[in-house]
């Protein structure tokens, strides 16, 4: 949760300078911003960071599996949804869990997993 706060804190921050620019006031964070040339900018930034706090020696993997995580697939979705939700694919994957989710972002995101949703 740490991991996701601090990427959603930057990439917000990120959004509210993206979008004083005149061709961006009044823009939606999901719908306009994620997917523009700055969110990715910002995401590869933000990955970079997370690389590097993940290989300190005082930084140990466990409990929901992080150790297991595959890190680059998260990145590659990364680029098209939140951090989170991100995650939480790779979990269901190795863990061969369902998603239950009305967020249509799930379905952009790459990976064998399901998702159960009312939406069409």
């Known amino acids: 949760?740490?991991?996701s706060e601090f990427s959603n804190v930057i990439l917000r921050?990120?959004?509210?300078?993206?979008?004083?620019?005149?061709?961006n006031v009044g823009k939606d964070y999901k719908k306009d911003y994620v997917?523009?040339?700055?969110y990715k900018e910002t995401v590869e930034t933000i990955?970079?960071?997370?690389?590097?706090?993940l290989k300190l020696p005082n930084v140990i993997k466990i409990g929901d599996n992080l150790n297991s995580i595959n890190f680059d697939?998260?990145?590659?979705?990364?680029l098209?949804?939140?951090?989170?939700d991100?995650?939480?694919t790779q979990l269901a994957i190795i863990n061969n869990y369902k998603i239950v989710?009305?967020?249509k972002d799930f379905q952009k995101l790459n990976g064998n997993f399901e998702i159960i949703t009312t939406q069409i």
Do not use: P, Q
Not at 13 to 23: G, T
Not at 47 to 53: E, F, H, N, W
Not at 73 to 78: D, G, K, L
């Open 73 to 78: 697939a998260v990145e590659v979705n990364f």
């Open 101 to 103: 989710t009305n967020d």
């Open 35 to 38: 997917g523009t040339k700055s």
């Open 86 to 88: 991100s995650y939480f």
């Open 1 to 3: 949760m740490v991991i």
């Open 13 to 23: 921050k990120n959004f509210k300078e993206w979008s004083f620019f005149k061709d």
């Open 80 to 84: 098209m949804a939140d951090f989170n």
């Open 47 to 53: 990955s970079i960071v997370l690389k590097k706090i």
